[in-house]
Every structure is written in structure tokens, then in C-alpha cells.
């Protein structure tokens, strides 16, 4: 059950869209192990005048960018888990978009289970009933 928020620099498009979402899912369930049917990928596209890096604007350096920030229930992902996540989707999406400037950030937030969930349930929640239904 992650959610995903990226801004790329870009023009949108449905085609681009469609790519980086099943690009993402695919990264998120191969090296997080997160199902895809909760996995949810919110796209902002950003013009390459409006992003700027070290002063000049991507359309100046002629470069792309993007920003991801996802988050996870915390302690479900190891630290070896994240590190190859943060380096699969940075390579996938420099292979994506081409040209893709250094400065290009994945935050993967892990937030406590008892503080977020979907459907008004939280993951605590979940996991609780989860371990109910085992116990049964």
C-alpha cells in the first residue's frame, strides 16, 4: 500500500504517464515487495523552464529531472531494500526519459503504521486483523 507523488519534467502525457506508473509499480513490488493492486502513483508534470538546478532551468542545461516520494508503513523494508529501490528507479526512469540530470531525489518515507492507512483502516489496523484471522 505505498503512494507514490512524482513530478517529472515534462510535458504531460498519457502514454509517459501510463509508462511511469507501471514502471514505478513494477520497481515498488520487485525491490519493496508492496502489492501493486494498493500501489497508487500520483504524476505532476513540471516544464523544464520552471525546474531549476543550481540556478539554470532544465530547458538551459538541456537535461530532465524528477522528484519521488513515496511512502511505506515503517520497519516492512530494510535498508538494502530502499538503496536498491532508490538506485533501480533512478536507473529505469534515466532509461525513461533520457538525459535525466544528477540532482533527481526518491525519498522513501517510512511512516509509522498506526499514523496512516486506506479505505479508513490504518496498516496498524490491518496488520492486527491480520494477525486475528492466522491466529484462527
Known sequence: MPILNL???????AKLSASISELLTEATRVHLGKDPKVTAVVLQYIAPTDWI?????????GQKSFSLDIKVTAATNTKT????YIEAVFLAMERLLGGVHQTSYIV?????AAAWGFGGKTQ???FIEAKIKDAA
Open 53 to 61: 538546478i543550481g540556478g539554470k532551468s532544465l530547458a538551459e542545461l
Open 7 to 13: 513530478s517529472v519534467s515534462a510535458q504531460a502525457d
Open 81 to 84: 531494500q530502499i538503496a536498491s
Open 108 to 112: 522513501v518515507h517510512e511512516v509509522a
Open 124 to 126: 496498524e489496523f490491518r
